[in-house]
T-cell receptor
Framework: DSGVTQTPKHLITATGQRVTLRCSPR?????VYWYQQSLDQGLQFLIQ???????AKGNILERFSAQQFPDLHSELNLSSLELGDSALYFC????????????FGSGTRLTVV | GQQVMQIPQYQHVQEGEDFTTYCNSS?????IQWYKQRPGGHPVFLIQ?????EVKKQKRLTFQFGEAKKNSSLHITATQTTDVGTYFC???????????FGQGTELSVKP
């Protein structure tokens, strides 16, 4: 157990639907990061939050949104899902500056059918 | 744009052989981190390199950061079956900035 909790572990949904992925960071970590991992794209940075505020944005589609709540857990919302959104979605957390690396959760495997 | 290139994409070795993966950036990095992802698992942080020319060792693993802070390498001596997985480098272009991952090198080890 890395200390970063992601739910659900698996999600199967139809095209056009909307899903919410949840992440609880490791205790004490203020930064949360979302990454998308697919076979042909590697680990793609989506978005970063720090203590409730958006800090950096990567290649996140407009159909995707995220937020970090006062208790520091984060949610990634994916809407109007397409087949190409099928991937493994990782959440990671870190302490100040990420000097000791990111701690990743076990991921949510999303399958869009 | 900011991009970290990593080669090779795949490496198949016989147990006991050495393994090296390389990362390269066109612009200077603030620091670089290395992660290992076992099959079916999640990335696990191995190490961070910050200084120009820095070399760090963890048992059979040797990590190097280039003098210009644009490239890095991970070398595994005498691979074992437990080394199997995908090794990622991840670079940061400014302090506190987002971490950009390389494509990863998938290592398989034949016993």
């Amino acid at each position: 157990d890395s200390g970063v909790t992601q739910t659900p572990k698996h999600l199967i949904t139809a095209t056009g639907q909307r899903v919410t992925l949840r992440c609880s960071p490791r205790s004490g970590d203020l930064s949360v990061y979302w990454y998308q991992q697919s076979l042909d794209q590697g680990l793609q940075f989506l978005i970063q939050y720090y203590n409730g505020e958006e800090r950096a944005k990567g290649n996140i589609l407009e159909r995707f949104s995220a937020q970090q709540f006062p208790d520091l857990h984060s949610e990634l919302n994916l809407s109007s899902l397409e087949l190409g959104d099928s991937a493994l979605y990782f959440c990671a957390s870190s302490g100040a500056g990420g000097r000791n690396g990111y701690t990743f959760g076990s991921g949510t495997r999303l399958t869009v059918v | 744009g900011q991009q970290v290139m990593q080669i090779p994409q795949y490496q198949h070795v016989q147990e006991g052989e050495d393994f090296t993966t390389y990362c390269n950036s066109s612009t200077t990095l603030s620091n670089i981190q290395w992660y290992k992802q076992r099959p079916g698992g999640h990335p696990v942080f191995l190490i961070q390199l910050v200084k120009s020319g820095e070399v760090k060792k963890q048992k059979r693993l040797t990590f190097q950061f280039g003098e210009a802070k644009k490239n890095s390498s991970l070398h595994i001596t005498a691979t074992q079956t437990t080394d199997v997985g995908t090794y990622f480098c991840a670079g940061r272009y400014n302090q506190g900035g987002k971490l950009i991952f390389g494509q990863g090198t998938e290592l398989s080890v034949k016993p």
